[in-house]
């Protein structure tokens, strides 16, 4: 229900840590009691309404076990969003590494030792889910005050719930290219573009990774005199690490494929690069939507996404079935640019773009030149070149920028250190 962001503006706004130990227990009693209920209530009502729905999935056991690991990794919600604002990455990071290694062990063991099949990777989802959230639980408990406020609860509603409409939005327009091939092309089409998707995709590991690390720092020195000048800072940072990775994941796509993909979804390659532009532009959208979040305008956030997926749809409606593929990268590209433009618009932000328009254009005239046009036939000597673009490339970003190198290499030290 979008609380975990009322979570994060407001934690800042309480007057001490009492306050925000009341704050999380406050919104950890409903999040939790609402949990209870809802998912007994789709426990209860679930067969009768995919049978109504006509669903060729069978509610028991598949979408039943769906909704208890549902269950159990909403509570960790709080938690996560807890740590951001402490700022303590590396426990939150160590968490996330062995959740992610206990998924993947059990589900080989499930899946492959006993022969679980399908099953057996919702299995694996479950039992890590129930195993992380008691411990998401317990973490709770250490730094929470149980304490019910319904007026707190009322405010913290009316800023989240408007929320929802655009996170369900949002979802179309990162789901809807896929259901238009699905419908109007072969399922090899639709295996190229997945496939060239999971790899442009990448890029969100480094997008969610750094949003969660400025979101709550905005939130922070929001409305301080520092806060324009910081802002700039690090969206012009964000910017250059977005592109350097979208340069790096286009421009080595082909010789990636040619190692590890089959012959007939090589050619995802021509791909890569033009979903790389939505990703790119959709990162851009988090920044500016962190920013109306704590300008508590949430209901432009839910219109902005809204509006983004009523285009994507229309224009995957209207195209997929003329242009094909390339036509589903546009509509992703062009809604999140309409979003971009909303959002920018919206928080009342008049900021140069001569930096950032040159730098998309020389990232974009390396990653078209070597993409399309660079054509060598051995294949490390393709890799070596492309090497050495990318990196005159990425030099040149800094450039622009004026992001020195040494201080990305001082920045990883100081990293390195801490931990």
């Known amino acids: 229900m979008c ?90 990071t160590m968490l996330n590494i062995f959740k992610g290694a206990s998924t993947f062990v059990l589900t080989l063991l499930l899946v492959v030792h006993y022969q679980y099949t399908a099953l057996g990777v919702l299995y694996a989802g479950l039992i890590v889910s129930a195993f992380f ?33 655009g996170a369900l939005a949002y979802y179309c327009v990162s789901w809807s290219d896929r259901i238009f091939i699905d419908k109007y092309m072969n399922l090899n089409d639709l295996g190229i573009y997945s496939t060239a998707s999971t790899i442009a995709l990448l890029l969100n590991i480094v997008v969610q990774g750094s949003y969660k690390a400025f979101e709550p720092y905005f939130f922070r020195i929001y409305g301080t005199e520092q806060f324009w000048s910081e802002f700039v800072k690090i969206k012009d940072g964000y910017l250059f690490i977005l592109l350097s990775g979208a340069l790096c994941l286009s421009v080595f796509a082909k010789e990636f494929f040619e190692f590890f993909a089959g012959e007939e979804y090589r050619v995802a390659y021509l791909y890569v690069a033009p979903i790389l532009v939505g990703v790119v532009v959709s990162a851009m959208v988090l920044i500016y939507s ?104 990425i030099w040149g970003l800094t450039k622009i920028f004026r992001l020195p190198i040494h201080f990305f290499w001082r920045m990883a030290l100081d990293k390195i250190r801490n931990i």
């Open 133 to 165: 959230g008691v411990i998401f639980l317990c973490i709770t408990n250490k730094y929470v005050v149980w304490h019910i406020d319904k007026f707190q609860l009322a405010h913290a509603l009316r800023f989240s719930l408007p929320l929802m409409p």
């Open 290 to 393: 962190t920013i109306l979040c704590a300008q508590d305008k949430t209901k432009m956030n839910s219109i902005i996404a809204i509006v983004g997926g009523a285009v994507s749809i229309g224009l995957n409606f209207i195209l997929v079935k003329r242009w094909g593929l390339l036509a589903a990268c546009f509509a992703s590209a062009t809604s999140m640019w309409i979003m971009l433009e909303l959002s920018e618009h919206g928080t009342g932000l008049k900021l140069s773009r001569k930096r950032s328009g040159l730098a998309v254009l020389l990232s974009g005239c390396c990653a078209i030149f070597s993409v399309y046009l660079l054509n060598v036939s051995n294949i490390w000597l393709s890799i070596l070149i492309k090497f050495v673009l990318v990196a005159i490339t």
């Open 3 to 92: 609380l975990n962001t009322y979570y994060l503006v407001y934690y800042y706004r309480q007057r001490n840590e009492k306050e925000q130990a009341q704050l999380l227990g406050n919104l950890s009693i409903f999040v939790i009691t609402f949990n209870i209920l809802f998912s007994g209530a789709v426990f209860i009502c679930g067969t009768k309404l995919f049978n109504a729905i006509g669903s060729n999935i069978e509610f028991y056991p598949y979408i039943a076990i769906g909704i208890a690991t549902n269950f159990f990794s909403i509570l960790s919600v709080l938690p996560m969003a807890l740590y951001r604002v402490q700022e303590r990455p590396l426990p939150l």
